[in-house]
């Protein structure tokens, strides 16, 4: 019995070795090489091609793998987070801080304000000075400072508020509780009362264009804090006093 295994098939020699070996197997065994052995013969051999083609995929080539095509890998990086905007920083303490430069001011009179800014001129030569100011202000009126830094500790921190005023003749006529400044923190009727101080006539004969630093203590407060100036005056006084600016000191 012939056996065939398929990994002894490595070209075309084998092949044609294996018709030999079967023509020659079909006269030796006794059998006459008649037209019709030999066509028999050669019917086998092209059967046994055919098959063995189909097994190999060509008649003289070794089948060839042809590798998986690699698949590529994506990599997803995780998003990132965005960071924390960092919130603007309280002014220094100790900073003179302009007073019309207000965060915020009453309205406790509709259609007029409570507090108005003004440019003025005083002096003359090199004495001359050229400023903003707030005045015209109405009694219970308050102007607003966001973020003021009172210091760290009561060791290193305020202790003592400075402002730059004018105030006329008329001031000195009003009563000490009708012409008075409370500074409060956070609040303009419940905050904390940090200090006060009231307002006196700073003219040298010419009202409202003497200006003179006014200035008070202040209780224990560190830490930054909204301050609110409020102001009180005679209800119908047009304006107690007129302000340039303001500092805290040590």
Not at 15 to 21: A, D, N, P, R, V
Not at 27 to 40: D, I, P, R, T, V
Not at 123 to 146: H, L, M, S, V
């Amino acid at each position: 019995m012939l056996s065939i295994k398929r990994k002894l098939f490595h070209g075309d020699s084998w092949f044609f070795m294996f018709s030999i070996q079967l023509l020659s197997n079909l006269n030796n065994g006794g059998l006459k090489m008649s037209m019709k052995n030999f066509l028999a013969g050669i019917g086998l051999i092209s059967l046994l091609a055919v098959v063995l083609v189909g097994c190999n995929g060509t008649s003289g080539e070794p089948k060839t793998s042809v590798p998986p095509t690699p698949t590529a890998t994506v990599t997803v990086s995780p998003s990132k987070a965005p960071e924390p905007t960092a919130s603007e920083p309280a002014p220094s303490p100790f900073v003179k801080i302009e007073a019309e430069k207000f965060s915020a001011i009453s309205d406790k009179n509709p259609g007029k304000k409570d507090i108005i800014k003004k440019n003025i001129t005083i002096g003359e030569g090199e004495q001359k000075e050229e400023f903003e100011i707030i005045t015209a202000i109405k009694n219970g009126a308050w102007a607003r400072y966001d973020q003021v830094n009172f210091g760290a500790d009561t060791d290193t921190g305020a202790i003592t508020f400075e402002a730059r005023l004018a105030a006329g003749k008329a001031a000195a006529a009003l009563s000490p509780s009708n012409r008075k400044v409370e500074l409060r923190l956070d609040d303009p009727t419940t905050g904390t009362l940090i200090g006060s101080f009231t307002i006196d006539y700073t003219g040298n004969g010419v009202n409202w264009l003497a200006y003179e630093i006014k200035s008070c203590k202040l209780t224990n407060v560190t830490g930054v804090h909204d301050l609110y100036l409020v102001f009180s005056c005679r209800e119908g006084v047009l304006s107690v006093m007129d302000m340039d600016w303001f500092q805290l000191c040590r």
